[in-house]
């Protein structure tokens, strides 16, 4: 098989300049890390307009042949396999293909340490045991100073008869181990919670998201309508503002379920306060009444008056 | 089937006080047996210690009437009267009115009462009154609310309303597998 060189094709006569093969001046930016390089120089727009992809296609090969010579130009490294360029540093930033990874959720105690400053000590593994004079493991099976580990213990004044001291200890080791299993709990659910939050995140409002970032909005002013010393009672309201949800068990009015006298005292008092809100005045039968004693006395008042002006008188009118 | 809330309560009572004012005191404290209500499925009942108590060992879902069933709240929380409340709501009605009968007929069917269908009614009735209507021989037939107080009554055309229908003892036989 016989080897094709590029520069054999090519028209030799054209590219007398041996530097770069190339019949131009090399006016690019390289970024030879990233196997880059920019042409910033401006187009000739009569040579474009005459034969537009012509024109780019030499343009394009002889940039790239001037990067290509440029490479070869870099200092060279022999291994086995063939020989290597040692590319410079990459000078263009190129942004991250994924996003940058999020930090895990710290614990109680790693928030704590990190204020106060406290590092994590390396422990050794093995530890000396003073009372066996040898190394023996900091925890597990065996470990040194295993306060849990002795056959006897020395009796205190304040031990009460009947206490087992062997005993008392197991349980407050248990007592100890169970408070920090609660501690990771704690330490688990806080963190959940903090990813389920929508806290700092970005708001996503497509269409088909849009149903739970409107149910999302009402719950989070539902809370922040509570943030008040009257727990929003005595706010302003905005104009059709939904009444907050009404939370926890419902109120049965005769609580004593099965106790029905008190039950029924209960419903007469409700009863009664009804009553007491009502308006107890019936307004048209005091009007009424009203009217009619004001009719009653204007005839009272008409007939003593004809008598008094005298019978003839009115007699003589009604003939 | 529990006792009412308090929300439940008020409006029930609301209602009731309507048609028998304060004689609901009389239905929820009764001199001869305890009384309750009790509310199952939605239905209110009006039901004696004793039967509330016997039926209590029955699965909610199986029970499916007990007492008298006063009426049911609407899934918006409104209560609507039965007519299987009329025999109580008649003993204590506080405000009547007696059909003539010719529109007895017309009243039962489910329609309203005109002024001529109007026999008697209650001195100093006012508008918009939750009434009982009864037979000019005295037996409940219905209630309704009324649209003209007493007054304004007098002075009406023959044509005119009376009493808006509410429930009519026609339902017993319209809406039988409703009603209980």
């Given amino acids: 098989m016989t080897v094709v060189n590029a520069s054999d094709i090519l028209d030799n006569n054209k590219f007398a300049n041996a530097g770069h093969l190339v019949d131009k001046s090399d006016t690019l930016i390289y970024d030879l890390g990233n196997l880059c390089a920019f042409d910033h120089s401006s187009i000739n727009i009569v040579s474009y307009k005459a034969n537009a992809k012509e024109y780019i296609d030499n343009l394009a090969t002889e940039n790239v042949q001037l990067l290509v010579s440029r490479l070869f130009q870099l200092p060279l490294k022999t291994i086995d396999e063939g020989t290597l360029a040692l590319l410079p540093k990459c000078t263009t930033p190129i942004p991250r293909e994924r996003a940058l990874p999020e930090s895990k959720p710290k614990t109680r105690w790693e928030a704590f340490a990190e204020i106060k400053g406290i590092k994590k000590k390396k422990k050794s593994r093995m530890e000396w045991d003073k009372k066996e004079e040898e190394f023996r493991p900091t925890y597990g099976y065996k470990r040194a100073n295993d306060e849990t580990a002795v056959w006897e213990m020395n009796a205190k004044p304040t031990d009460k008869v009947g206490d087992d001291p062997f005993q008392k200890m197991i349980d407050e080791k248990n007592d100890k181990l169970s408070k920090q299993k609660q501690r990771e709990q704690r330490n688990f659910d806080e963190s959940s919670m903090r990813q389920m939050g929508s806290v700092g995140k970005s708001l996503d409002f497509s269409k088909d998201k849009r149903a739970q970032l409107k149910s999302d909005l009402d719950h989070t002013f539902d809370v922040a309508k509570l943030a008040t010393a009257s727990l929003g009672k005595f706010d302003k309201q905005v104009e059709n503002e939904k009444a907050l949800p009404k939370r926890g068990k419902k109120k049965l009015a005769g609580l004593g379920a099965g106790d029905v006298s008190q039950e029924s005292e209960n419903a007469t008092k409700l009863v009664d306060r009804m009553f007491k809100k009502e308006n107890v005045l019936n307004v048209d039968k005091a009007v009424r009444q009203h009217v009619k004693a004001e009719e009653k006395q204007n005839y009272i008042k008409k007939r003593s008056g004809s008598f008094s002006k005298g019978g003839p008188n009115k007699k003589s009118k009604s003939k | ?180």
Avoid at chain 2, 5 to 24: A, H, R
Wanted: charged share 25%.
């Fill in chain 2, 1 to 180: 089937m529990r006792p009412l809330t308090e929300e439940e309560s008020k409006v029930f009572f609301e209602k009731l006080v309507k048609f028998i004012g304060k004689n609901v005191t009389l239905l929820i404290q009764r001199k001869d047996e305890p009384y309750c209500f009790r509310i199952q499925k939605n239905k209110v009942y009006y039901v004696s210690e004793e039967i509330m108590k016997r039926s209590q060992n029955i699965p909610r879902d199986s029970l499916a009437s007990l007492g008298t069933c006063f009426g049911r709240f609407t899934k918006s929380g409104k209560f609507k009267l039965h007519i299987t409340a009329l025999d109580y709501l008649a003993q204590y009605a506080k405000y009547k009115v007696w059909v003539k009968p010719q529109s007895e007929m017309s009243w039962m069917y489910g329609n309203n009462l005109l002024k001529a269908g109007l026999g008697r009614i209650t001195e100093d009735t006012p508008a918009n009154q939750g009434v009982v209507l009864f037979t000019m021989t005295d037996i409940p037939i219905g209630f309704g609310v009324t649209a003209k107080s007493t007054h304004e009554c007098r002075k009406l055309d023959p044509p005119a309303l009376v009493v808006y229908h509410l429930c009519d003892v026609g339902e017993y036989l319209r809406d039988e597998e409703t009603l209980f």
